[in-house]
Nanobody, 123 residues
Framework: VQLQASGGGLVQPGGSLRLSCAASGFTLDDYAIGWFRQAPGKEREGVSCMRYSDGATYYADSVKDRFTISRDNAKHTVNLQMNSLKPEDTAVYYC?????????????????WGQGTLVTVSS
């Protein structure tokens, strides 16, 4: 199982970024894919997840109505479109895979993790 997150960068408040999680070595239909983030000095927190088999999604309250998770079946990716970004969204963002496909934002339920991609929201 391999996951590769990409798409981070520096963006001004109110701007947008699109993160992508490329998955390989497993069948996405059997998993839930989650996006998590970790800001300096803080614990890792769940942002959003998608159960790949039926497209069910879940969002943390802090990003609801601003972030959208989606999938690209042809590219085997799960993407996170982030709009109306705020300085408090600054963090390293990780994608992870849950083989039980619960799609809950609990760190302990995700067995496989990609490397992080840094998102910095600053003017």
């Amino acid at each position: 199982v391999q996951l590769q997150a990409s798409g981070g960068g520096l963006v001004q408040p109110g701007g947008s970024l699109r993160l992508s999680c490329a998955a390989s070595g497993f069948t996405l239909d059997d998993y839930a894919i989650g996006w998590f983030r970790q800001a300096p000095g803080k614990e890792r927190e769940g942002v959003s997840c998608m159960r790949y088999s039926d497209g069910a999604t879940y969002y943390a309250d802090s990003v609801k109505d601003r972030f959208t998770i989606s999938r690209d079946n042809a590219k085997h990716t799960v993407n996170l479109q982030m709009n109306s970004l705020k300085p408090e969204d600054t963090a390293v963002y990780y994608c992870a895979a849950d083989p039980r496909a619960y799609c809950r934002l609990w760190v302990t339920e995700y067995d496989y993790w990609g490397q992080g991609t840094l998102v910095t929201v600053s003017s």
